[in-house]
């Protein structure tokens, strides 16, 4: 099974200066999907963003941009201009391009100092 | 526009009592998923349906049945209720076409095993 890694439990960032988080992943597949999904305290679970494997270009989404290394298999969300609304946590998914599966990291909690 | 519904969103059952959780959606997806979130783990795969008739397990499946007999539905069983399964459940649904679709999720339901 593939392994997603977020190794950054919490971070936190002062309202309007810009914060990256990491993604790490394991996989042996050549095209796949990655996401990042936002969990604000409603629970609900929020696309922020897609990358598929076989673009190379970086997936942007307003004030939201990813840094795709698929050598390294890394996958970093970079928010900028930072709100008091992005405090949530954020979770980092695989899908493989034949299977349903997706795979998720343990998340970061993102915090937003007024 | 519904989307994914869950039902309940809270429950409390004591340790061997069973009960079923409820999905739907309106999407027309073709593929449901069942997760569990837990603190500091993420969401782990439960089962998984990617038709009316069509279910497998994913990485977490003892403990749980499920069935797929309408597109729209897709309930998570629970046969015996152990305190380990106390969590909170995501359902989730997706397209079938375009490998980038992301999937869809409920509410959740936080369910606690006494």
Redesign the interface.
Known sequence: ?QT?T?SQ?EMSVQEAETVTLSCTYDTSESDY?L?W?KQPP????I?VI?Q?AYKQQNATENRFSVNFQKAAKSFSLKISDSQLGDAAMY?CAY?S?NF????????TKLNVKP | NAGVTQTPKFQVLKTGQSMTLQCAQDMNHEYMSWYRQDPGMGLRLIHYSVGAGITDQGEVPNGYNVSRSTTEDFPLRLLSAAPSQTSVYFCASRTGTGGNQPQHFGDGTRLSIL
């Not at chain 1, 409603?42 to 679970?45: A, E, K, L, N, P």
């Open positions: 099974a997603v977020q439990p999907y996401f999904y409603s629970r609900q679970m696309l897609r598929e979770f899908r391009h349903n599966k997706f795979y998720f990291g343990s998340g």
